[in-house]
Nanobody, 126 residues
Framework: VQLQASGGGLVQAGDSLRLTCAASGRSLGAYNLGWFRQAPGKEREFVAAIRRRGGTTYYADSVKGRFTISRDIAKGTGYLQMNSLKPEDTAVYYC????????????????????WGKGTLVTVSS
């Protein structure tokens, strides 16, 4: 399976964006889905994740209450709705999948995700 994140762009602080993660070769439906981001000069960090079974969601504290992760299993796509964007949200955003067996503590860790897509750049101006 190959993943592609899209929907990034240049927005002003306070604006919203919705990122989409699409898969080719196989549906996303069989996996957990995560979003990560990497800002210039910084390490990749966890943003949000959603389990395949049950739809439990996980968020980084920095985005909790502003971002919402979701997925359309029938379409095999995932989404990250980002509201009230801040300049510190500026980064390249990546979607990735992990096996359904991933334990809770590992849902926040990039090492649990074995398929990664090309990222999409989100730039938030002040």
């Amino acid at each position: 399976v190959q993943l592609q994140a899209s929907g990034g762009g240049l927005v002003q602080a306070g604006d919203s964006l919705r990122l989409t993660c699409a898969a080719s070769g196989r549906s996303l439906g069989a996996y957990n889905l995560g979003w990560f981001r990497q800002a210039p000069g910084k390490e990749r960090e966890f943003v949000a994740a959603i389990r395949r079974r049950g739809g439990t969601t996980y968020y980084a504290d920095s985005v909790k209450g502003r971002f919402t992760i979701s997925r359309d299993i029938a379409k095999g796509t995932g989404y990250l709705q980002m509201n009230s964007l801040k300049p510190e949200d500026t980064a390249v955003y990546y979607c990735a999948t992990s096996p359904q067996s991933t334990i809770t503590s590992e849902m926040y860790s990039a090492r649990a995700y074995d398929i990664w897509g090309k990222g999409t750049l989100v730039t938030v101006s002040s």
